[in-house]
């Protein structure tokens, strides 16, 4: 039996205001986010690295985010739940979306261009193997405490269940302001393995695909799929074959074994040109 990486979503909305005007929309050349960010992995990152370095009109709340995971860790702890580990690459995609909703004005888990937070998860970490995978977004007027936002955040039921799911053992977190808005990104994943050498984001032929698992997990085979789910290169083994098939944006998974039941994980976004 196949089963795919669970999926927790939720936003939370308490008020929304359309952003518009010079400010935003031109970003600058450093970072220009009126058309959102490039479709293939390699132009992907290098957008992405020059957003996170900052953007026009736009504020990273750093501080905001940091007293969200505090706030996370507190209320599991009084759940007896366990604690969830930072990973950089969670709070960059959180970022990354924060920054593209605050510069284009929509609330939503999914950008304009149809990608999904794991998506843009998969665009910038380059190792891990990932199973259970939630997101929360909160969007409240600027100015609101920490405490105000957690209150917003767990006044909703999925947003909630995401805080307290034993499924999770990472967290990213993401709090940006434009325009009297603050937009509040939480991403929460479980990392069932890690890929021994991390896989670049232009693949080489034999490039190496060895994994430590978690769980007693057994590795079944690995495939790259496309946005849409299409198959375009499927294997056996640690390595890619010695001709890798032209692949403008696909998506690495691995399937493991677990008793009588097959898992797939969600790896790297990867391409075979730039």
Not at 99 to 108: K, P, T
Not at 115 to 124: F, G, T
Not at 250 to 255: R, S
Request: negative net charge; aromatic residues 6%; proline residues 3%.
């Amino acid at each position: 039996m196949l089963h795919h990486a669970y999926k927790f979503l939720s936003v939370s909305a308490l008020a929304l205001a359309a952003l518009s005007g010079p400010s935003l929309a031109d970003a600058g050349a450093a970072c220009d986010l009126s058309n959102g960010y490039a479709i293939t992995p390699a132009a992907f990152q290098q957008e992405a690295n020059a957003c996170l370095k900052g953007v026009s009109g736009v504020e990273t709340d750093t501080v905001m985010a940091d007293k969200l995971m505090s706030l996370v860790g507190e209320q599991r702890a009084s759940l007896g739940k366990s604690e969830l580990s930072a990973l950089g690459s969670l709070n960059e995609a959180a970022r990354l979306h924060a920054l593209d909703m605050a510069v284009r004005g929509y609330a939503s888990h999914t950008d304009l261009e149809g990608r999904s937070h794991l998506d843009r998860v998969r665009m910038m970490e380059r190792s891990a193997l990932i199973g259970a995978f939630g997101a929360n977004i909160v969007i409240v007027k600027a100015g609101a405490s920490v405490e105000d936002v957690q209150k917003v955040m767990v006044a909703d039921e999925a947003n909630a269940a995401n805080l307290a799911r034993d499924e999770f053992d990472h967290m990213g977190v993401a709090a940006v302001e434009a325009n009297g808005v603050l937009y509040v990104v939480q991403l929460f994943t479980r990392v069932d393995g890690q890929l021994k050498t991390p896989v670049p984001m232009v693949a080489a032929p034999r490039t190496n695909l060895a994994a430590d698992f978690t769980d007693q997990f057994e590795p079944v085979g690995w495939s790259v799929v496309s946005a849409s789910g299409e198959t375009l290169m499927r294997g056996m083994g640690s390595k890619m074959p010695a001709s890798v098939p032209d692949i403008s944006e696909g998506y690495l998974q691995m399937d493991v074994e677990l008793g009588n039941s097959v898992y797939t994980l969600r790896g790297p976004a990867i391409s075979s040109s730039l």
